[in-house]
């Protein structure tokens, strides 16, 4: 009967465990603060401003904000979505279309006219500082 419920607890942390992956990919949670990678990509940016961009993807990607800055400008989004659902199977949370919602209704920018499958979280930066579009609209 022991055994019964241990396998019963097991099954149900594994099913889990794939229903609702964690915050953060492992890859990206043994990091230590990118904060500085993003000072020295782009010196002339406030840490406000960094700071409210990577709040609003991790908002859309359902991470918490003490741990946007675990991201940097390196960082593909389609790597960090792959490294959250390895497998097809997964359903996600419809974390792109969630931020292509936000990028559309604070900075006004339509992000499938950047996007590329290797966009960078820094890439996209750049995009909506170039265009002006980084102070929430």
Known sequence: M????????????LVLGALFPNDIPRAYRQRRCMGRQWRLRFPNASKQDIRHFLWLFASAFAIRR???????????????????YPSELTPDALEFEVLVKDIQRVHRVDLGSIWHDRLTLGELFADLRRGGNLAPG
Do not use: C
């Open 66 to 84: 003490r741990n946007a800055l675990l991201f940097g400008p390196d960082d593909e989004l389609l790597a960090i979505y792959r490294a959250r």
């Open 2 to 13: 022991v055994a019964l419920v241990i396998a019963a607890t097991i099954l149900i942390v």
